[in-house]
């Protein structure tokens, strides 16, 4: 379980939860743009764009979570089990790339999201899993940059690039009923409601609010979806950064799993690891963990050029409280 | 719109979201032992309890929102338009109380729920403002300590004193119709679901999170009870300072109406002000602004006694972030 | 469980469903004008108004679940368990009354809901069962004419009654909170809404319908009352009285729970054993076995002169089709 | 709008509501084995099966709604607007059929459900109206016998067969939708449930029924279908005709849209014009009127030999109530 979305204020915003039952080491990791990036079956990038996010390193190699890169494209991985599908066969003349090498290919190499879409035209997902040891993770994926977003689907019937009005992304099932799945909501709204069906009934309104009952609660990824699409159309624009990053994590909180509302089949709870929220025009990540009120901050452009070598930064796990 | 809640973890918290269009000045506000509370029909408090918590202060009184004092007795005002009712006669041998005067009376004489709720026996609750050109609020109370909660309502049918075994209090209507509303949501279950109801249908399950399908995820005062409830209900207890207070914070963050979602009659967005959380056995305030994601810190047993008049504390309302 | 409504075309319709999980051996019974009923503490009445409706017959006395009198005044008992409370002493200058007296007290008695409330303002119910082997009945009474609907509730509370603009009854819990619940639903419509709330989402509208989605479909108690006051609050009007006996049949198939939908604890089947719907201003019932679609009628007025006995119809189990 | 179900008992039944806002002259038809359809680019069936079903006739022409052959093979057409795409030429070697052949085509050619599922593997459906004054009705259709049921989509995407374990169709989306759309209400249980989550609140269950709470209530297609395929999964096994046809209704009648509760665009009032059940092992039809509650039956068996001419037989659109 996890809740991808885009936010564009007058800067581009880009973030997502990551929810699942147990940390794997992730952290913020730089890639800086003189690191140079290896692949399976294509040749490697020398030159390409920095890029910052969430990750954990294996053997020196990023495998991120999401990223953003120095241009402000976004890329983020989900969870999508059941239905993700990957190729036992590279194909001559199309993209071959192991599904953890799609995040840092698509934005060491593009610088938005309309040179994204005209590579994923020839994508070919295989079934390569990083090491032996690490199982291949079924995944999809949201792409975006401040123009608008694509999900990125392969499944059994191939791969799908979906365009992502909603600028949301969830897990299970395909991106296509998510989307159509909105329709049951159109008559929710913001603005308040008379109190009740019978003007003669003398029932008093409750107050605020009810114009969008209906709207669904629970952690479900089909419910997060809408919850997600529906706060996000009717949010208000913001100004300032202070104020940008506040509402980023107001709405990934309203679709955050709190620990002990969601058990997997072992009885393990699932819950939102962490929060990461990029300011994609300015390179900056914000990460939050789950066991901590505040929000961390690292600037891709401050730090990229301290090095040639991935730059690991741990985020802290605690809050030491500052009194006023 | 207001949601309160408790938690009990190793320490007691207590706190709310205080939601509403426009901002009332309000600041943390420690009110010193020896600071002296007055009292419209009874005798003033010259020895009581210090307290802390969000208020504004007029003409030197703490009209507070929600506070603890420096035994861990909480309380906190939230809103009840149509449903309180405030009577115009002090009555002989009762407690006569004006609605702003509630909390600090409750908090400056009482060490424990058990002490208020005897002293709430002989309420009478008097439709006198603070000031004239201060209209009176309708409000209803939430009182709790470690060992329990309870509701206070002043209505046309008189004042009545709810057990509160939910931990939580919201708005309209009275608070009987949402401890009996909670009887809908008995079939939500934090664990998995077979993905549906057809054995034979193949329809692949959407994964985890359908067992609580049906919560509702609107901002209505009876939908914000229910979720809250249901949280809570389910959470899991958290070790640590700093875990505490994040769950807290994500507790009220679930229930929190995003800017833009709610909008009045006027069309004025309707929102989270501030949200607050006190840790009780500590006597520590933990705030959040609106427009920033960084929780504040306010120790009462640290300043208590560094004045015996009101020490007023405004809260940050923008975050500098600090680069890791 | 069970439903009652009242429907005003140009007659006045009043009916229910009986849900149970076991046929109580109930049948049409007319109690004619000459019959005399009897009262434990009150005087019989020897000129009474004649009634139709469906009951019991136990020892000679008509045990009414519903019926209409000769004037069109109706009244219904439903299932209120856990909730009902009868006192256990006769009280002077009051209307006392067993639970079972009720229905042919008032429509013995009144020619019109008027009288009826003024009668109700005295009532005493008493907790006497009509023989020692029958167990007492927890009910609560809708009684209805024309003009209007009233709700009668003998709580711990006393008794209570409420006017019923909605012209519902079901079961739990007591009235008042139905009423309430109404509150949740102002947002929905019988208009068709835009597809979804994301004008460039390209998500095509399901189709017609979605207005009222968020009204909720199961065989609750509260969720019938919804449903039922949701549907008569947005009915046609219909003419004749073929359309205007479909139209109610049609309402009450709406909350009908079907037999397998609803288990008890024991695990029985709970479901309609018969629907029933009296034109109120001709005296006429309409009655529909579970198990059997065709609509039987029986004419009050027809029949009330043939006897000073009460007169029994049995209503048939079973519908052998003509063929067309 | 409309609902299409099946039921398997002792014999199997198969049947609709047809929902629309205005009558289309719609009859019992019965197809008598003699009377040798044509097709436009299909040789015409000289030798076919008997069928019956409800029908418009045009130029000698019965233009099927729903309709069940002589050996129990049933098919409804369903309206699907927006999504049903016909193909503009016909394509040799395959089944060549305008809309309003395919269930004659089937019906008269097909024994059963496997037959039908071959035929339909080569199924080329052209965009070709009746007359050029009927325009071309967007459908998509069930097929079913006893041993299960299939759904026929023509979409953009071409023409695909669904299994259809639910054995339900209604409206919008495409099949594939409806189908997964069931896994949101895996939590829903015919069984009681515990009043709430909370054991120590004392709020009172309210009762049976609140299992299956989060079971949609309204008419839109995708929730008609939730309800239909939750109804049918939880029924009980009848015994006797008078007893299954009952259920059927009563099936029908939880998603039949009551008149006035759903408007179209322009305002018109969409409801149940008919309600219909095919006996498919005995050939029978049952329907009822919109304004009637009686149900009609007719005989396919006894009246297939009267004539090799198309039966045609109007339902009484009003019920004389025979009294008791």
Redesign the interface.
């Known amino acids: 379980?996890c809740t991808a979305m885009t936010v564009r204020n007058k800067d581009f915003y880009f973030g997502r939860t990551l929810d699942w039952d147990t940390s794997f080491g992730e952290r913020?990791v730089i890639t800086p743009r003189g690191f140079g990036v290896r692949f399976r079956m294509e040749p490697p990038q020398r030159m390409h764009y920095a890029m910052i996010g969430m990750a954990t390193v294996v053997d020196g190699y990023p495998l991120y979570a999401e990223a953003v890169n120095s241009c402000g494209l976004c890329a983020a991985g989900l969870?999508f089990?059941?239905?993700a599908y990957y190729s036992e066969t590279a194909e001559e003349g199309n993209l071959n790339l192991a599904p953890y090498e799609l995040i840092p290919y698509l934005l060491g190499a593009c610088a938005d999201l309309t040179q994204a879409k005209a590579m994923l035209q020839d994508l070919n997902l295989l079934a390569i899993p990083f090491r032996e040891d690490i199982p291949l993770t079924p995944l999809h994926w949201m792409i975006a940059d401040r123009s608008g977003a694509v999900v990125v689907e392969s499944t059994a019937c191939g791969v799908r690039i979906y365009?992502d009005?909603?600028g949301v992304l969830t897990?299970?099932?395909p991106f296509g009923?998510h989307?159509?799945?909105?329709?049951?909501?159109?008559?929710?709204?913001?603005?308040?409601?008379?109190?009740?069906?019978?003007d003669?009934?003398?029932?008093?309104?409750?107050?605020?609010?009810?114009?969008?009952?209906?709207?669904?609660?629970?952690?479900?990824?089909?419910?997060?979806f809408v919850?997600a699409?529906?706060?996000l159309?009717?949010?208000?624009e913001?100004k300032?950064?202070?104020?940008c990053?506040?509402?980023f994590?107001?709405?990934l909180?309203?679709v955050?799993?709190?620990?002990?509302?969601?058990?997997?089949?072992n009885?393990k709870?699932?819950y939102?690891l962490y929060a990461s929220c990029f300011n994609a025009t300015r390179g900056v990540l914000?990460v939050?963990s789950?066991?901590?009120?505040?929000?961390?901050?690292?600037?891709l452009h401050?730090r990229e050029h301290e090095s040639e070598k991935l730059i690991e930064?741990e985020?802290p796990?605690?809050?030491?409280?500052?009194?006023?």
């Open positions: 379980m913020a969870n089990p059941g239905n365009d009005p909603a897990n299970n099932p009923f989307l159509q799945n909105l329709s049951h909501y159109g008559n929710l709204t913001a603005a308040p409601v008379k109190g009740d069906f019978l003669e009934s003398g029932a008093r309104s409750f107050g605020l609010g009810l114009g969008c009952h209906g709207l669904p609660g629970d952690y479900s990824s089909t419910s997060r919850r699409a529906w706060l159309s009717h949010r208000s913001m300032g950064e202070s104020a990053v506040a509402q994590f107001h709405l909180d309203a955050a799993p709190v620990k002990g509302s969601v058990l997997t089949e009885g709870e699932h939102t914000y939050r789950c066991n901590s009120p505040t929000v961390w901050a690292i600037d401050q930064i985020i796990q605690k809050t030491e409280f500052s009194f006023l």
